[in-house]
């Protein structure tokens, strides 16, 4: 990810997430050097994105989305994998926080190898209440 995408990355966070990142977000990680993704077909077109940060020794994985259309093709099982590698280069572990009603992701995360941690009730604030968040680790082997 490129400063020239974040518009079109907010755009579609914003299409596909409950409470979205604001543009200025996807600039400040940008701008901490964090490992930010995108995940463009043969013309270019946004299909998914991923944002991680490594917070001293572990990574966590900030954000994580693929556009409605291109679902269930192997877009996040990619970009997952992607951080996963660059996880194990120096052995570090990657966590993340999903919403517990989120069963798509918590199924991928499960699929890919993460394990549950703990959950930290009513984490998330909607309008209309909160919602308990699951926190997941992966250890590179
Ligand atoms: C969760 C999300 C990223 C999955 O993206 P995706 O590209 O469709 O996922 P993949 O095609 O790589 O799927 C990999 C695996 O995840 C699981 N999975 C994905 N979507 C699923 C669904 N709707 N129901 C059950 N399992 C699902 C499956 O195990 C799947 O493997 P399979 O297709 O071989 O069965 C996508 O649904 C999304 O963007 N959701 C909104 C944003 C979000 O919730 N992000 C995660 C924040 S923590």
Same mark, same amino acid.
């Given at each position: 990810?490129?400063?020239?995408?974040?518009? $079109?990355?907010? $755009?579609?966070?914003?299409?596909?997430?409950?409470?979205?990142?604001?543009?200025?977000?996807?600039?400040?990680?940008?701008?901490?050097?964090?490992?930010?993704?995108?995940?463009?077909?043969?013309?270019?077109?946004?299909?998914?994105?991923?944002?991680?940060?490594?917070?001293?020794?572990?990574?966590?994985?900030?954000?994580?989305?693929?556009?409605?259309?291109?679902?269930?093709?192997?877009?996040?099982?990619?970009?997952?994998?992607?951080?996963?590698?660059?996880?194990?280069?120096?052995?570090?572990?990657?966590?993340?926080?999903?919403?517990?009603?989120?069963?798509?992701?918590?199924?991928?995360?499960?699929?890919?190898?993460?394990?549950?941690?703990?959950?930290?009730?009513?984490?998330?604030?909607?309008?209309?209440?909160?919602?308990?968040?699951?926190?997941?680790?992966?250890?590179?082997?």
């Amino acid at each position: 990810m490129i400063q020239a995408d974040v518009s $079109q990355v907010a $755009q579609l966070e914003a299409e596909i997430t409950p409470s979205p990142w604001t543009p200025g977000m996807f600039y400040e990680e940008l701008s901490l050097g964090s490992y930010c993704r995108t995940l463009e077909d043969a013309f270019g077109t946004l299909l998914g994105y991923s944002v991680a940060r490594l917070l001293v020794d572990e990574w966590h994985l900030l954000t994580l989305g693929i556009s409605l259309a291109y679902r269930r093709q192997g877009g996040a099982k990619l970009l997952l994998a992607d951080l996963i590698q660059r996880a194990k280069e120096k052995g570090h572990p990657i966590l993340l926080e999903v919403r517990a009603s989120n069963l798509p992701a918590r199924t991928l995360y499960q699929d890919m190898g993460f394990h549950f941690l703990y959950t930290r009730q009513g984490y998330y604030r909607f309008e209309s209440g909160t919602e308990d968040a699951i926190l997941l680790r992966y250890a590179p082997a």
